[in-house]
């Protein structure tokens, strides 16, 4: 799949995103490296600490159907005029499975830019600390 097909799954994600709290629709394409694409889109929650993030809810449909290894993950927000960087949570979850995937963080335009995870979440904290 090329990078602007994963954009435009994303995309498409967004559109079914549940934000009314914040207005801000986020859609993730998460691609496993056995090529699978599984999506997603913010889940918001009146009591906002429930919310879960579009990158997550894409990572829990993959994990929940056997896939844990990921090549890249797209993410988009149409509303945005800065690229969709994945928050501090998203970047923990997401190397917990593939600390080195690729990330395309998109903005409203369509324009992207690409960063390694590791880039993005470095020396993290992983299972090597609690495994004895
Ligand atoms: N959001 C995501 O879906 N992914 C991120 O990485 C950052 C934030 C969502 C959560 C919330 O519903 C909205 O964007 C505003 O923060």
Not at 12 to 22: F, G, L
Not at 33 to 44: I, L, P, R, S
Not at 66 to 78: E, K, L, Q, T, W
Request: with cysteine.
């Amino acid at each position: 799949m090329t990078d602007r097909e994963l954009i435009q799954a994303a995309a498409d994600a967004s559109k079914n995103a549940y934000a009314p709290y914040s207005g801000f629709a986020v859609g993730a394409a998460l691609e496993c490296t056995d090529g699978t694409v599984f999506t997603g889109c913010n889940v918001e929650n009146a009591a906002y600490g429930s919310t879960m993030c579009a990158e997550q809810a894409a990572v829990a449909k993959a994990v929940s159907e056997g896939r844990r290894s990921f090549r890249r993950i797209a993410i988009v927000s149409a509303s945005g005029k800065e690229y969709c960087m994945p928050c501090g949570s998203c970047r923990q979850v997401l190397s917990e499975f593939s600390p080195d995937m690729e990330v395309l963080a998109v903005r409203g335009d369509g324009r992207y830019v690409s960063y390694a995870l590791d880039e993005l979440l470095f020396h993290s904290y992983n299972r090597d600390n609690l495994l004895r």
